[in-house]
């Protein structure tokens, strides 16, 4: 049977509907669907420094937007309440990501886990700038670029799960960033069946897991993660999409029309659900 090719939209809707605690490095939106269009780190140790990258990132800013991240920084080296100093590189943090620099928005949140008595979340919270960064910066940026930001990634997971070996979505963090930024992916699938094997309901894992098995072309493996993560959280009901699709790549239509109805029956945006109707009209046409 011819394949019929599910449109791309079908891969944005899914990622955006799916995307729990992580937002990590390997769920940019198309990664589901194109699993060789998401960013890989280069393999060699010419790596720009953060440093550098960090005041590329200042210079890209508009002036006002860099004076009032500068101000919260500035205030915040004068502050000698450590929540207050939190408060105000929060601040910085999050005027950063707004203005679309996502290495300065971790830069800062690693800045506020060292210096504000950081816990393990706070840890682990600067870890996922970092993959945001790698996903949603990577790019653009390119492979020297993403060698830093993944280490720096695997810098901060690691703060966290020494500070708490039990935070288990800071080690699913450190193993996906293991597997997307070094040259030993095993390691970082080892750390993920660590915590699927301490944690079998952890979602994360389930959807970590599910997209590395989308970008080997391991279909049936997928299916089975993203199936556990759906049961798990039936309100992510956007997997019904990533499911039709892979469904689709193996030729079996009864089962891409069957995810297709199912996210049709929970979805409420009108221009999604019409196309995917009309996926649905030419699957069935094309048996």
Known sequence: MARFGLPQWIA????????????????????????????????????????????????????????????????????????????????????????????????????????????????????????NAAAFQGEKLGPEYLGTIFESAIHCFREAVALDARNLDARVGLGASLVQGTSDPMAGIRELLEVEKADSANVNAQLVLGDFAVRSQQYDKAIARYTKALQLRPDLYGLNLSLAELYEQKGDTANTIACLEAYLAKADDPLVKNDVENAIRKLRSSK
């Open 12 to 131: 944005l809707g899914s990622a955006a509907a799916c995307f729990v605690l992580l937002s990590f490095v390997n769920t940019v939106p198309k990664a589901r669907k194109a699993p060789e269009g998401a960013p890989q780190a280069a393999q060699s140790g010419n790596f720009v420094p953060l440093d550098r990258q960090v005041a590329e990132a200042r210079k890209r800013l508009p002036a006002q937007v860099l004076a009032r991240i500068e101000g919260f920084e500035k205030n915040a080296a004068a502050q000698t309440d450590f929540v207050q100093r939190r408060a105000l590189l929060d601040s910085a943090s999050r005027t950063a990501l707004n203005g679309g620099e996502h290495v300065l928005a971790a830069f800062i949140a690693q800045k506020k886990a060292e210096t504000c008595n950081g816990s393990s979340v706070d840890w682990q919270l600067a870890g996922e700038r970092f993959q």
